[in-house]
């Protein structure tokens, strides 16, 4: 943005209706688009030694499944248990009610699942590479990884993650993401679920199907927003959200599966095109399992993009709020500003 345009609004502070928190918009530290740019590409570690890399699949921890199926070598996708798990899958979960019942402190086995997911085969391709088809195929590997680990009944809550650049917290360059199962409910998601149950009481309707908010809009498709949300925690974040009431993401189909991925490429390209391919993160927020099916009017699960342009400080961890300084419709207008096309053929939307 513009110094004269910055250095004429004043402060802000917005509330995220979505997650019950407080940002503030300061354009004192306001910079020029080209000052938020990343500095240094993601780290590129030997691909001669990647583990997850073609010929090298006897070096990873145990494979869960692959996409296609039936192939041998010649596979596109590989799901596989992490080989230093934060959860450990084979202990037993003593009491899936005793976290919530209990005030407290309170200590409960590290039963839990945590996967990886390879995108490809190939070291130097990136998710947003891929064809909009082989992207969809990652979406539904997610997908396929959670209707496995559902059946579990100690498994409350699932989140699925990417990590791209050391300073997002990637160890391997090689792309991939990362599914992490947990028998707790985390708390930013319950606190998440009840803002979104609180706003729902008082209007009757869904907070993130009422999103209508035009100059933060960045992107539509026949089925999903990709937006800047109103009071994004951090600089240039993207959320990408269903258009139809939506609370569980498992419940994707291949149709909105395909349409979903050609909103992430494009937002992924438009990041790292205004922002010299940035380290990022992607989370998406889905429902817990067996949630109560009487909150479920006003659980959307969405997809969240955060390109990590800005250090977490003293007053992020203090308070819970978060400084950014790139007023959200400022930074939609520089995101829209990236045009790209990539056509798509009849086979690969058939798959």
């Known amino acids: 943005m513009a110094e004269a345009e910055s250095s004429s609004r004043s402060p802000e502070i917005r509330k995220d209706g979505?997650?019950?928190?407080?940002?503030?918009?300061?354009?004192?530290?306001?910079?020029?688009?080209?000052?938020?740019?990343?500095?240094?590409?993601?780290?590129?570690?030997?691909r001669s030694e990647c583990p997850f890399c073609k010929g090298h699949e006897h070096e990873c921890a145990p494979e869960?499944?692959?996409?296609?199926?039936?192939?041998?070598?010649?596979?596109?996708?590989?799901?596989?248990?992490?080989?230093?798990?934060?959860?450990?899958?084979?202990?037993?979960?003593?009491?899936?009610?005793?976290?919530?019942?209990?005030?407290?402190?309170?200590?409960?086995?590290?039963?839990?699942?945590?996967?990886?997911?390879?995108e490809s085969p190939l070291h130097s391709v990136h998710l947003s590479d891929l064809l909009q088809a082989q992207i969809r195929d990652v979406l539904l590997a997610f997908k396929t990884r959670i209707d496995q680990i559902r059946i579990n009944g100690s498994i409350?809550?699932?989140?699925?993650?990417?990590?791209?650049?050391?300073?997002a917290g990637a160890s391997m360059?090689?792309?991939?993401?990362?599914?992490?199962?947990?028998?707790?409910?985390?708390?930013?998601?319950?606190a998440r679920l009840s803002s979104m149950e609180e706003y729902f009481q008082?209007?009757?309707?869904?907070?993130l199907c009422n999103v209508r908010a035009d100059d933060l809009i960045i992107s539509e498709s026949a089925y999903f927003t990709s937006m800047v949300p109103f009071a994004a925690n951090f600089p240039f974040e993207i959320w990408i959200i269903p258009r139809d009431h939506s609370a569980y993401f498992h419940e994707l189909d291949s149709e909105k599966a395909f349409d979903l991925a050609g909103q992430l490429k494009l937002m992924l390209l438009k990041m790292s095109s205004q922002l010299n391919n940035p380290?990022?993160?992607?989370?998406?927020?889905?429902?817990?399992?067996?949630?109560?099916?009487?909150?479920?009017?006003?659980?959307?699960?969405?997809?969240?993009i955060v390109p990590q342009l800005s250090g977490v400080g003293g007053f992020e961890l203090g308070t819970g709020c978060y400084i950014n300084p790139v007023f959200p419709e400022d930074a939609t207008k520089i995101l829209r500003e990236a045009s790209f096309s990539f056509e798509v053929t009849k086979t690969e939307m058939k798959g």
């Not at 360059?173 to 319950?190: K, M, R």
């Not at 008082?202 to 907070?207: E, H, K, L, R």
Request: with cysteine.
């Open 202 to 207: 008082q209007t009757g309707s869904c907070s």
């Open 279 to 304: 380290p990022f993160n992607f989370m998406i927020h889905t429902s817990p399992f067996n949630f109560d099916p009487s909150c479920l009017p006003s659980c959307h699960w969405y997809l969240q």
């Open 64 to 118: 869960i499944f692959r996409v296609p199926a039936d192939s041998s070598a010649d596979w596109g996708i590989r799901v596989i248990q992490n080989l230093y798990p934060a959860l450990n899958r084979d202990l037993r979960f003593q009491d899936e009610n005793r976290n919530d019942s209990l005030v407290g402190d309170v200590s409960v086995s590290g039963f839990g699942f945590h996967d990886v997911v390879i």
């Open 156 to 167: 409350k809550y699932v989140q699925v993650f990417k990590n791209h650049g050391a300073s």
């Open 18 to 46: 979505i997650n019950d928190r407080w940002v503030i918009f300061s354009p004192a530290r306001s910079r020029r688009p080209s000052d938020f740019k990343a500095k240094s590409s993601p780290n590129s570690n030997d």
């Open 173 to 190: 360059s090689h792309s991939h993401s990362q599914i992490i199962a947990l028998p707790i409910v985390p708390p930013t998601v319950s």
